[in-house]
């Protein structure tokens, strides 16, 4: 069973930066943020798995948005930078056990969320 705790979320000016992180407790082949503001759908950012592909980007956030992994510390990371307030959010950590299954873009655990809030 693995269990995801997302931390790092906060207020921050337009065109600033803030950077997300997620601890897990197990294994997982592929990880990926998610993001939801009230009222919309959910919408991944961006993700990233063990098969060797580049990393997945939202075409909204490419060029601003880096997601990075670190195996030994099992954490998840997301960088983001020149933030309009269109990203305000709730950032959502996603995790999946099953290679098959993240490219299918299937993902099975999640954390609670942490808000993100972008003034102009």
């Known amino acids: 069973q693995v269990q995801l705790v997302e931390s790092g979320g906060g207020s921050v000016q337009a065109g600033g930066s803030l950077r997300l992180s997620c601890a897990a407790s197990?294994?997982?082949?592929?990880m990926a943020w998610f993001r939801q503001a009230p009222g919309k759908e959910r919408e991944r950012v961006a993700s990233?798995?063990?098969?060797?592909?580049?990393?997945y980007y939202a075409d909204s956030v490419k060029g601003r948005f880096t997601i990075s992994q670190d195996n030994a510390k099992k954490t998840l990371y997301l960088q983001m930078s020149s933030l309009p307030p269109e990203d305000t959010a709730i950032y959502y950590c996603?995790?999946?056990?099953?290679?098959?299954?993240?490219?299918?873009?299937?993902?099975?655990?999640w954390g609670q969320g942490t808000q993100v809030t972008v003034s102009s």
């Open positions: 996603a995790a999946g056990l099953r290679l098959v299954s993240c490219l299918r873009n299937e993902y099975t655990y």
């Open positions: 197990g294994y997982t082949s592929c």
């Open positions: 990233i798995d063990t098969s060797g592909r580049s990393p």
